[in-house]
T-cell receptor, first 109, second 111 residues
Framework: QKEVEQNSGPLSVPEGAIASLNCTYSDRGSQSFFWYRQYSGKSPELIMFIYSNGDKEDGRFTAQLNKASQYVSLLIRDSQPSDSATYLCAEGGSYIPTFGRGTSLIVHP | DTAVSQTPKYLVTQMGNDKSIKCEQNLGHDTMYWYKQDSKKFLKIMFSYNNKELIINETVPNRFSPKSPDKAHLNLHINSLELGDSAVYFC??????????FGPGTRLTVT
């Protein structure tokens, strides 16, 4: 069974810093990966997706994929208190996607 | 204009009852999903439904059954509810197997 591993945290960073969230996956054949943000009591919302090795940037967010190491990361630059949430890493590419347990991020003023 | 909607938002019921949760998407997506998120916030896929093909996560008890009247709707029926079924249930949709859009969730409490 496929697995996606994340450190549950919490990861605490000061406002304005770079938050680095990491994820590893078990299936070497996995092709697509997604990062979702979930505020407490709300539903997950898509932040980024990445299919190719390397970096993908969108505003303050950068997703990184290293297929050789089976590693996905999300960098949040200039972190804001509004970024405080749980970040879920997901492996896609099939009709039974696998989610990690999420990393709680706290950005303190 | 809500993309993925679910009803009801809250559902409180007793053990042994049968209940349904409805989901509708207006994104024109061809794949819909049901997830269960437990008290520890672990999001676990239950079903996906694509072009009338149902794919079931093998760990889901057969008391749970999805029903899709058309491409825009995927309802979840639960028979003989148990205490362990208490959770938040999310519906989601996607185009093929790409990024998913989630509904607001249904908090089910079984007493």
């Amino acid at each position: 069974q496929k697995e996606v591993e994340q450190n549950s945290g919490p990861l605490s960073v000061p406002e304005g810093a770079i938050a680095s969230l990491n994820c590893t996956y078990s299936d070497r054949g996995s092709q697509s990966f997604f990062w979702y943000r979930q505020y407490s009591g709300k539903s997950p919302e898509l932040i980024m997706f990445i299919y190719s090795n390397g970096d993908k940037e969108d505003g303050r967010f950068t997703a990184q994929l290293n297929k050789a190491s089976q590693y996905v990361s999300l960098l949040i630059r200039d972190s804001q208190p509004s970024d405080s949430a749980t970040y879920l890493c997901a492996e896609g590419g099939s009709y039974i996607p696998t989610f990690g347990r999420g990393t709680s991020l706290i950005v303190h003023p | 204009d809500t993309a993925v909607s679910q009803t009801p938002k809250y559902l409180v019921t007793q053990m042994g009852n049968d209940k349904s949760i409805k989901c509708e998407q207006n994104l024109g997506h061809d794949t819909m999903y049901w997830y269960k998120q437990d008290s520890k916030k672990f999001l676990k896929i239950m079903f996906s439904y694509n072009n009338k093909e149902l794919i079931i996560n093998e760990t889901v008890p057969n008391r749970f059954s999805p029903k899709s009247p058309d491409k825009a709707h995927l309802n979840l029926h639960i028979n003989s509810l148990e205490l362990g079924d208490s959770a938040v249930y999310f519906c989601a949709s996607s185009q093929d197997r790409f990024e998913q859009y989630f509904g607001p969730g249904t908090r089910l409490t079984v007493t």
